[in-house]
């Protein structure tokens, strides 16, 4: 089976091309954002999302227009490009990987000498961005083996496969790799209300592997757990701070319930994934349209005037992980915050680059 690659950039064309999320799996289709607008609106609607997927988008957005620029002096070209970086970064708070591949781009443009050299460089840094990614999931993956046992039944929940990522995936990463090193493991997918990655995308991604996967919806996690049908909890991250960790809305249930029923709770995250300086209450969590609430896929399941709460994520407390499995091994918070706070300054200075 072909690998899926979600997300693409042509900076011949030039043009991003993606793997459009919000009608899989009814339907499988490419699309292609040719300006900094078009890529803005895939993201907000989820035409593009996971976190690392969206490092890689906001890092080809950033190269997208340098390479549309039609600015005559440097200040006016870096004038447009901080404009619309600005604008890549207003259309989701949370996953912290999006401020990470834009501002990555950005800070390589800001070092050049000539407008010419500064869209070399951004190309090859968005491109770099897209290649690293993809190399660190697989490493994810291999570092996850260790805690997979043969036979594991695993509960997973939203989508951290290769459709949120370059390519592998981080939780579905470390399942595929285990899939590959020929454990014999299944997987319980949770649906993930309300927008429903895990029914539509995770269920999708693992069958096309050949994968044993089972949908559930989000409140059968809990009886699975107590009638001792799940060994292993894995879920992704959208933003690890030194006492939580962000991910899609449902994940810290899943944590408590995992608890309470003495199973591992796992994270797989990449390092660009750590916001090591920030605490909980220092993050904003995304609040979406009321309407994805009160309609499922077009279809009404509340009053049309029903107050609804929606975040997107939720923050699950250090104290409740068992490990966060990086590229760099597994991890755990707050005992090895020093250890990772010297990878992450190592890969700032070019050190520590897998
Ligand atoms: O709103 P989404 O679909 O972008 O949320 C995605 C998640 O919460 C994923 O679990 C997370 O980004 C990890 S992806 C490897």
Redesign the pocket.
Known sequence: MEPLRPILFHPHIPSIEYIE?TILPDAYEVRTARSVSDLAQAIQR?GI??????GCAGACGVALSALLSKAATFPEFLEQIRHDAHVLKNT?P??V?LFYGIDHVLCTLEHARSIEEAKSKAVDAAQEIIEADRRT?HAIGKTGLSVIPDGARILT?????AL??AEW?????VIRSAHEAGKKISVFACE?RP?L?GAR?TTWELMRDGIEVTLITDSMAAVLMRKGEIDLVL????RIVSDAV????G?YMHAVCAQAHNIPFYI??PLS?FDEKSREADITI?E?DPDEIRTVRGCITGPKDVPVWNP??DATPVHLISGIITEYGIFSLPRDSDIIDQIRKGERTGGAVL
Do not use: M, S, W, Y
């Open positions: 999320q989820l999302r996971g976190a690392p997927a969206l989701r949370t996953a990987n999931c929940h939203c989508n951290a496969g949120a990522c995936g981080t939780a579905l990463g993930t927008l990655q995308l879920v992704g991250a959208d962000f991910n899609k809305i994940t797989a995250a994934t995304e979406r997107a994520f």
